[in-house]
């Protein structure tokens, strides 16, 4: 396979009788955007599962940096992906403050690298007073806001965003557009 | 080779085949070939006996749903009486059933005397009269909070919606009763199985019911083949239920839980449901009070509790361990079995099928397979020890994995997924995120692990080696000599454990909660 950021292979996929996807292939360059759009229920979804290795195709491949990532099983688990994922809803961890949420995803750093890019990416995301906040005492912006973050937070080579923009108000939007394309 | 020991029997055990075993201790162990051939007729006498045993389990079910139905919708009403469901309930649903059965085996005994001398009612029916009574009065609990979670899942919305066009009454038959019904099914269909693969409490009425037959059968020559053959029917129907009760849980399982909203919905009863809620609320009190009086009142001073704990203390001693055994091998299994209950796809079909196929055989049946097994050659070295704690797990692990399956359905599955992408290994995201998320769930099967072998009796007694008798086996062999003043103290002294557990419990709710791990999850 050549060095695409990631190449989707002929996957299909059904749920039961439901086909979800049929025959789908793409591919992807580094530094490029891909915005999938379609109906509800067309498998814009399972794809992103997909890729994050959420969901195994019931046929095809697919690659993440040149590496065959899974084809009818897992081959590469989620966190072995490198990827960010901001669900659909937020899905913050109740138990964990959004400190505690953003340090999880953290990866191996020394303690002041960590805490220098936490401080960053709490900032550039405008949660820095929320982090001693549990999940229950957020609105819905802040709570998108904080898992953006924490896609963010694990430095990933691909970011997976599954309708990122809902809750989000319109400055919230454009922010996070612009700090997608150029994140810290 | 050394055997596993010893049978035994109750007071009175008689089979279907007319065999009558009185003996308090029974050897088996006379070395037979499990592989021998094996010839098990089944007479006129044992289908009645299984006709009778499914007759009983089914008023057992029906009699105790309709009381728990009626004491949730009342508990519903009084919010300020949540305790009762919150605290109560859970403490009264660990007691085992055996236990209830020592407990009201003296009233019941008291009134049986006066009916008899009375002649109101022919002898033969006090037995299951009493039998009846005291497994409702044991699965109570059970019925009720089944009916609580029932009323729980339903969606307030949905019943609100209902209310704007209805009135309250056509609104509880309507909407809250059917949306309710899959919990409802699920309790009545667990409490139908539990009672009939429980001999415990009809043995010490005097009453043989068909789960009594595989014991009296391998206690006759101690050969598990015709012990399983004589079974097999009550085998086949247990697994059947269990098939319908399943596919209600995993939907009780799915639906979200929400606020009480909707069970304090109703406010202005009519007479006939006044009346109702009179009764039930009646027989909850009868059931938490007058045997708690009797047993203060019989063991007479607490110099003479203690004098009986002491006396005890080996067998404490020996029980306490024999629960931290149980829990420590018990609560990983059950979290790795929950775990494989709850993946998607096909292969958890096997799963399913491992745990609960031990819900469907009587638990003296699960003992004689371990007797069975460790007659093979090989196995024989196998602890004696051990022995025992698998037959403690062998009823409740199941139980136990399917509690923590329930708590990882009703929390977010992304949680878990996010995790797995987050996470910087797969040990760090157990730690972190999968344990505290399923925290409550393991915790309760750890409660419920404690608790149940605090009380198990019907698959240890075929295990347990000589001289490491449990606290329930010695209350067990002072029944031989009828109630009396110790066995009330013994009785006080296993609630009383049985009660620490459950406390425990409950502290670890509070810290739980606390330390906002409660989410989505309870």
């Not at chain 2, 308090?24 to 051939?37: D, K």
Request: charged letters at 15%.
């Amino acid at each position: 396979m050549n060095g695409s950021a990631v190449q989707v292979c002929k996957i299909e996929k059904s749920y039961g009788v439901v086909k979800v996807l049929t025959d789908f292939s793409l591919s992807l360059e580094v530094g490029e955007t891909l915005a999938i759009l379609g109906p509800s229920g067309c498998g814009k979804t399972t794809l992103l599962r997909m890729l994050a290795g959420l969901d195994v195709p019931d046929d095809g491949e697919i690659y993440l940096a040149g590496q065959l990532a899974s084809d009818r099983r897992v081959l590469l688990l989620p966190h072995q992906r490198h990827i960010g994922f901001v669900f659909q809803q937020p899905t913050l961890w109740p138990h964990m403050t959004v400190q505690q949420q953003l340090e999880f995803a953290l990866p191996r750093l020394r303690t002041s690298e960590q805490r220098n890019w936490l401080h960053l990416l709490m900032e550039k995301t405008g949660i820095s007073k929320l982090s001693q906040r549990y999940p229950d005492q957020l609105s819905g912006g802040q709570a998108r806001r904080v898992a953006i973050a924490r896609a963010f937070a694990a430095r990933p080579t691909l970011l997976l965003l599954d309708e990122p923009l809902v809750n989000l108000d319109l400055t919230g939007k454009q922010k996070l557009l612009k700090n997608t394309r150029r994140p810290a | 080779m050394p055997l596993p020991g010893y049978v035994i029997t109750g007071r009175i055990t008689r089979t279907a085949f007319g065999s009558t075993l009185l003996g308090s201790r029974a050897h088996v162990g006379r070395r037979e070939s499990y592989v021998a051939p094996v010839v098990v007729t089944c007479d006129r006498t044992q289908w009645q006996l299984l006709g009778a045993s499914l007759l009983f389990s089914a008023a057992v079910a029906v009699s105790t749903m309709i009381i728990g139905f009626g004491i949730a919708t009342w508990l519903a009403g009084h919010k300020r009486l949540t305790w009762i469901s919150h605290f109560l309930l859970p403490v009264l649903i660990v007691i085992p059933p055996y236990l209830y059965a020592i407990i009201w085996a003296s009233p019941l005994n008291a009134v049986t005397i006066w009916f008899l001398d009375h002649w109101i009612i022919a002898p033969a029916i006090w037995g299951w009269l009493n039998a009846w009574w005291t497994e409702v009065m044991s699965y109570l609990p059970l019925a009720v909070g089944s009916a609580i979670v029932g009323f729980a899942c339903v969606d307030p919305s949905l019943v609100a919606a209902g209310r704007v066009a209805q009135s309250e009454e056509r609104v509880f038959w309507r909407i809250l009763l059917p949306l309710a019904l899959p919990s409802l099914y699920a309790g009545a269909s667990i409490i139908f199985l539990f009672s009939l693969l429980e001999y415990g409490v009809p043995a010490l009425f005097f009453v043989t019911v068909y789960a009594i037959e595989t014991f009296a059968q391998f206690s006759l020559d101690g050969r598990p083949g015709p012990a399983v053959l004589t079974v097999l029917p009550l085998i086949l129907l247990s697994a059947g239920i269990l098939y319908g009760i399943l596919g209600r849980v995993r939907q009780v399982a799915s639906m979200r839980m929400h606020d009480d909203e909707s069970l304090f919905l109703f406010r202005r009863h009519s007479f006939g449901w006044r009346l109702f809620h009179g009764v039930a609320i009646t027989i909850l009190a009868i059931q938490v009070l007058l045997p708690l009086e009797y047993l203060l009142r019989s063991v007479h001073s607490p110099l003479l509790f203690w004098q009986v704990a002491t006396a005890a203390s080996h067998e404490v001693a020996t029980t306490i361990i024999l629960a931290l055994m149980v829990v420590l091998t018990g609560i990983p299994i059950s979290m790795f079995l929950a775990n494989c209950l709850a993946q998607p796809g096909r292969a958890n079909s096997f799963w399913w099928i491992i745990v609960c196929l031990p819900l469907a055989l009587p638990a003296s049946l699960l003992g004689i397979s371990m007797i069975a097994l460790v007659r093979i050659p090989g196995l024989s070295s196998f602890p004696q020890a051990w022995m025992t704690v698998a037959g403690s797990l062998a009823h409740t692990l199941p139980l136990a994995a399917l509690l923590g399956y329930v708590v990882l359905q009703r929390t977010n599955r992304q949680y878990f997924e996010a995790g797995s992408i987050f996470q910087r290994s797969s040990l760090l995201g157990f730690w972190r995120i999968w344990l505290p998320l399923s925290a409550m769930g393991f915790m309760s099967g750890g409660v419920l692990l404690v608790t149940r072998t605090f009380g198990e009796l019907e698959a240890t007694l075929l295990v347990v080696a000589p001289g490491s008798a449990t606290l329930m086996m010695r209350l067990y062999n002072l029944l031989h000599y009828g109630a009396s003043p110790e066995v009330s103290a013994l009785t006080l002294l296993l609630m009383l454990l049985i009660g620490v557990a459950s406390l425990l419990l409950l502290v670890g709710f509070i810290l739980a909660k606390r330390m906002r791990m409660n989410g989505e999850q309870l």
